[in-house]
Each structure stands twice: as structure tokens, then as C-alpha cells.
């Protein structure tokens, strides 16, 4: 017989998902305003030596890389482990809020596009269409 997840598990697991999901969102606030790709793996902005898994950690690997670079020391912008931090806690938010619902999954969306819409707005003082035509 399958257990039952208590509803807290949901809501930890949805942040973690949140956090994931706050990576993603720091990469399209920061290209799609640039006119580049979302495709491609991520990389350091000062030596351009792309990321491995561990580096990419959402929140974590910021903090196990203390805030630098680990390829060439340069200090990382504390704004990527708080974008991933605040989309996580909007999602785990939301799943206390909604509960597992159906409409849950747009209520996600909605969530994330608004972060990399204001994350855009702050740094060019625009709203890309790309962004939010798609929400």
C-alpha cells in the first residue's frame, strides 16, 4: 500500500522545486533582456569557465563556494542565491495556500515570470515581450 504524504512534505518538496526554478529565472532575467539564448550552459561572467554541477546548486552552492567564484575567486552576486531563495519560499507559499490542487502548477508560472519580470525591469527599466507574452 502506498503512504500518504503528510501535506508539509508537499510544501518542502515544492520549494525545493522553487528553488530550481529560481536558477532558471536569474538566467532569464539575465539573458533574455540581452537578447541571448536561454539554451547553453551557464557560466562565470568574469573568467567565462562554464559551470559544473555542484556550482549550480541553488542556493547551496553559493554558499559552499562562499560566495565566489571557485575557477577564478571573483566574488558572485548575492542576488542569484536570493532570487532562488525567494521564488523557493513564493512556491512553498503557494502550495500552503492552494494546497495540491490542479491550478497549482499556474500559480508557479505566474510566480516565476513575475520574478524575472520585476528581476528585468529593475536592470533595464523594460518589460521583454518574451517574458511576458508567456505569461
Not at 520549494?15 to 536561454?38: D, E, K
Not at 490542479?102 to 515570470?113: G, K, N, R, Y
Request: hydrophobic share 50%; aromatic share 14%.
Amino acid at each position: 500500500m502506498i503512504a500518504v504524504m503528510p501535506f508539509w512534505y508537499w510544501i518542502l518538496v515544492m520549494g525545493l522545486f522553487g528553488l530550481a526554478t529560481g536558477s532558471f529565472v536569474n538566467v532569464v532575467a539575465y539573458r533574455v533582456p540581452a537578447g541571448r539564448s536561454l539554451m547553453g550552459r551557464s557560466h562565470c561572467p568574469n573568467c567565462d569557465h562554464v559551470l559544473g554541477a555542484v556550482d549550480l546548486l541553488p542556493v547551496f552552492g553559493w554558499l559552499l563556494l562562499r560566495g565566489q567564484c571557485r575557477y577564478c575567486s571573483q566574488p558572485i552576486a548575492w542576488r542569484y542565491p536570493a532570487v532562488e531563495l525567494a521564488t523557493g519560499l513564493l512556491w512553498a507559499g503557494a502550495t500552503y495556500l492552494i494546497g495540491m490542487r490542479w491550478e497549482l502548477p499556474s500559480f508557479f508560472w505566474v510566480l516565476s515570470m513575475t520574478v524575472a519580470l520585476i528581476l528585468t525591469d529593475l536592470d533595464t527599466h523594460r518589460l521583454p515581450n518574451k517574458i511576458v507574452y508567456t505569461g
